[in-house]
């Protein structure tokens, strides 16, 4: 039974039957924050609870098919679809749970990442890009503070809704950072401050162009990582399969002259 479970995993109309079935569960999301008539709200529920199911055979298969059960709940996704589909089965029409059940179903578009290599080598890039994006995080806020500061300073006079204090400079100089009608900003202030520009653009420059070119090449320079990681990955798991059958193919060659002494004795 493992082996037919195993091939069934490793089968590739399976795997995508499974993302198939995760596109469906996002499309009837969609569909239930529409009005629809009652016929077609207890269709979507017959399909829902289906999917729920089908998942529930799916990890399940995942599971049994696993070389080593104790460690196959030390893979963060299988803890995580695990957890999807678990809390599915929880029914929604009680009104306490029927908020958290929604949203578990919502997040069950997630699974996606789970069951496609290739998004999770982007999504565990962007996990570990974390420690380094995280100092680039705290040095491009100490240069939102500094020019909130500033800007509030000098600018509070000419527009108090954009400069009042310091919390509010510093969402105006994300507006500026994201190119959102920023020369409306800078235009409105260079009429009392002719050379406000450079503050502008010392701003845009440190910020949309410094800093944010500093997280993607961190963030590139992860997912290099990764995908090497994974081609290492891949190759060893297809040398290990090439040993594998080789081994076998020497067992049977061994049992086929076992044979052949016996019958020439």
Not at 99 to 116: A, E, K, P
Not at 130 to 149: C, D
Not at 221 to 236: D, F, G, R, S
């Amino acid at each position: 039974m493992k082996d037919v479970l195993t091939r069934i995993h490793n089968n590739t109309i399976f795997e995508w039957t499974v993302v198939a079935v995760i596109i469906l569960s996002a499309l009837l999301i969609g569909a239930k924050t529409y009005e629809l008539p009652s016929y077609v709200e207890s269709a979507l529920t017959v399909a829902d609870w289906s999917i729920t199911l089908f998942f529930l055979l799916e990890i399940s298969v995942r599971f049994i098919a696993a070389e080593n059960k104790a460690s196959f709940f030390k893979n963060g996704w299988n803890i995580f679809d695990t957890l999807i589909v678990i809390v599915s089965l929880i029914p929604i029409n009680n009104s306490d749970m029927a908020l958290v059940g929604r949203l578990v179903r919502v997040f069950r578009v997630l699974r996606m990442v789970s069951v496609i290599p290739e998004l999770r080598v982007l999504i565990n890039s962007l996990i570990k890009a974390m420690p380094q994006l995280s100092y680039v995080m705290l040095l491009m806020f100490i240069i939102f503070y500094i020019y909130g500061a500033v800007g509030s300073l000098f600018f509070e006079k000419i527009n108090s809704t954009l400069w009042g204090d310091i919390s509010t400079s510093m969402l105006t100089l994300f507006r500026v950072m994201t190119f959102e009608d920023w020369t409306d900003v800078m235009y409105e202030t260079m009429t009392v401050f002719p050379l406000s520009w450079i503050y502008y653009l010392s701003f845009i420059f440190f910020t949309a162009f410094a800093f944010l070119n500093m997280v993607i090449g961190i963030v590139v320079n992860v997912l290099e990582k990764e995908n090497a990681k994974m081609e290492t990955n891949t190759l060893h798991n297809d040398i290990t399969d090439q040993n594998h059958q080789l081994n076998q193919i020497q067992r049977e060659l061994t049992t086929i002259r076992k044979l052949l002494s016996e019958n020439n004795k």
